[in-house]
């Protein structure tokens, strides 16, 4: 049994919607953040979207601030990333994250403790 557990990739065409769902086996309370990354070949992991469990405040990075939307169902222990607006520049393996991070590190990969292992997102122009 996966802890975590992506689903909701595919291919989409510039300008539309994906739905990213990321199910966790245990009670998001247990922790602090859980957020979402996407890495593109050759590059770095760029932390996208993040959610406080506990304290419900969700923060984005500036590259898909206002396209991007995260969200968390507890009973369902399911966290969510609503993709609007896809651009091709979108397109990478994305992955769902939990862990204690502090708020300035909210974004850091190495803050987190737990992570699927990811599902592939591919925006065509």
């Known amino acids: 049994q996966d802890q975590f557990r992506e689903s909701g990739g595919g291919s989409a065409q510039a300008g539309g919607s994906l739905r990213l769902s990321c199910a966790a086996s245990e009670p998001l309370s247990s922790y602090y953040f859980v957020s979402w990354f996407r890495q593109s070949p050759g590059k770095e992991p760029e932390g996208i979207a993040a959610?406080?469990?506990?304290?419900?405040?969700?923060s984005y990075a500036a590259s898909v601030m206002g396209r991007f939307t995260v969200s968390q169902d507890n009973a369902q222990r399911t966290v969510y990333l609503e993709m609007n607006r896809l651009k091709p520049e979108d397109s990478a393996m994305y992955y769902c994250a939990a862990g204690f991070p502090s708020d300035e590190n909210r974004f850091r990969p190495k803050s987190y403790t737990y992570w699927g292992k990811g599902t592939q997102v591919t925006v065509s122009s």
């Open positions: 959610t406080s469990v506990r304290g419900g405040g969700t």
